[in-house]
Structures are given as C-alpha cells and as structure tokens.
C-alpha cells in the first residue's frame, strides 16, 4: 500500500511516498527557515506564503523522486496539528483537493503522533520499537513523554509547563549572542566547554512525575549572564553547563517513565534528537534490556514520512473515503493546538 504523505505544519513544506509503512519510495522537504533567521525566530505569516509557494514543486519532486505516478497511490495523510494555522491550511487543503479529485481516502495525522512513528520507518523488524514503549518529542514546540501501549492506544504521560527543551536552546543561544536556531549552536561550543563549570538548576527533576519546566533554566542562565561581566569569555561553559542541566532532566524522567510503565523500547525524536550529546547519554544509561530508537536527523526532524507510516498504521480508525465521507472531507480544518491523543 503506498501513502502519500504532507506535512506543512511549521517551516517545512514536505512530501513524502511511503510504501506499507516503511519504505519511503521519494521523500521531498523545502524549508523557510533561512528567511526566518534574520528575524531571529519563526514568522507565520512568512512561513504560511512559503508553504503555498513551495507545495506543488515539492509534490512534483516526490513523485520524481519515487518514479512513480499519482495511479499507484491508495491514499494520502496529511498533518492536522499541532501547529500554525497557516501553514497547516496549506498541507490540509491541498490533501483534500487531491482526496476528492483522484478518489482516494485521506487520513488525517496528529504531527505528535507522527513523530513517534518516525521509529517504524526501517525495513528490519528488529529495529522497530518493541510496544509498550515510552517515546519523548523534543523539539522547538514540544516535550512530551508519551507511552505507547499498541498502535492506536498512546497516552501523555508527561509534557513541559512552559518553554519546550528547543525553545530553551534557541533562547539561551539568544542570549549568548548566536544565531537562531540555537540548538546546533549551542551544541557546537559546548564541546569546548566544561559541563560542570557552573550549576544551573535541573528543574522538576525530583518532581516524581513526568511534567517539565525549562523557563526557569533559561531564567538561571539570563542571572548569570547579568552577574558576570565577563560572560562572554565564558559562553562554552556555559553552553555546556545549560545543557548537562537539560539533558540530566530529560534523561532521567525518560528512564524513569520506561522504567515505571516496563517499557520494552525507548524512542529519542524531534529536532533536539540530533544532539550528539544527548544521544550519547541515553546510549550510556538506558539498560541493556531496553532497545533504544534514535532516528536519524532526517527522519526526527520535520518531514512527510512520518505522516504517512502513521496513516499507515492507524487508516482503520482515521481514514475517510471521498465516497462515504464527502462532507467530512471538505469540513476537515487544521487544530493548531493539538495535542497527542489517540
Ligand atoms: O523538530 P524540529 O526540527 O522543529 C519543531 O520544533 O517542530 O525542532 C527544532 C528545535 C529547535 O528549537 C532547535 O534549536 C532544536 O530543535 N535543535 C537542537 C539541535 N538541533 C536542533 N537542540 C539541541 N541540539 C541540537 N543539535
Ligand atoms: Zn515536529
């Protein structure tokens, strides 16, 4: 069966053919996020003009790049939210015009819950995730622990009060004088840094729940930068500080969460999964009867694939048929504030 997928959620306009839920025939993404740079964060109504402008190119280089044509596609996915509504009514739109058009159902995809299925995308049945499984989303808009019980039966266990991990990143770079988005940045001088050079909290991390705070953290850095005059000269350190006192929280409520739920598989996703330093503490602290799933960057971070696997595997739940579901099908609008649900 072969999905195609759109996800327009955010900066990335993406495409995606993906054939029983794994294999990805022709997958395409054109990002804005080089305009959004000097402004030093996301704008939406510039993301929204570019995702128009960029989606038909985008469908077309999928198909290219699958080699096949519109006649062998059984359905299309498409991201519902979270996200800016903007955006989102670009990637909706189009995947409903092309439903009602070429006659083939539409699946309407939760962008959280896709994440997740980023873990699936391998054609190798021991690389999968074992159920149930404890997956955490950290990204630039989300920190969401979510167990996964069977596909279909998920439930957030846990997720941040305020600012996302990412946000933090991007903030604190900010501060520290480094460009937007901050996550990259600061992993980079951190590796010049010394992690246990300055003390910063780690927030909630005895709350004995699963939610999350990062604004305080951030707030930490912001008095530190204040107190000392001479910051600057001492940015690795505190890169590295800021995020080992990020990291120490989100690895350990992760391992608490696999650890209370008897969780079979850990999965590691969203943006702040491309962290060679975070990967490498849930390599060193996972147990070894846990199998930990770290998609590689191109899969955690924004992109159609992960809407189509998971259209693949929930389409008997939330498939519409253009014949049966007409109406629904054109009623379909974005919900930017979702969250992860069933
Ligand atoms: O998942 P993503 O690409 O987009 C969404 O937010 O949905 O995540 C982007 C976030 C940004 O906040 C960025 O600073 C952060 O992920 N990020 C990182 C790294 N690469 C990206 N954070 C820490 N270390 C990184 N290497
Ligand atoms: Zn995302």
Redesign the pocket.
Known sequence: MIILGIETS?DETAVALVKDGFKILGMSVASSLKIHIQYGGIVPEVASRKQAEYMIPVLEDAFIKASITKDVVDALAVTIGPGLMGSLLVGVDTAKVLSLVWNKPLIPVNHLVGHIYSGFLDESSETKPDFPFIALIA???HTDLVLVKQHGDIELIGSTRDDAV??A??KVARLLGLPY????E??TIAKNGDPTSIEFPRPMIDSGDFAFSFSGLKTSVLTYTKNNDNYVDNRNNIAASFQQAAFDVLVKKSLDAVSKYDAKSLLVT???A??QKLKSMFANNTPSNVSLHIPPLSLA??NATYIATAAYFLKDTLALDPTNNREDIIKLEPDPSLEVTN
């Open positions: 955010c990204s630039g808009g990412g946000e990143f991007d988005p901050g996550g990259p600061i992993e969203g943006g702040v491309a962290n971070t924004d």
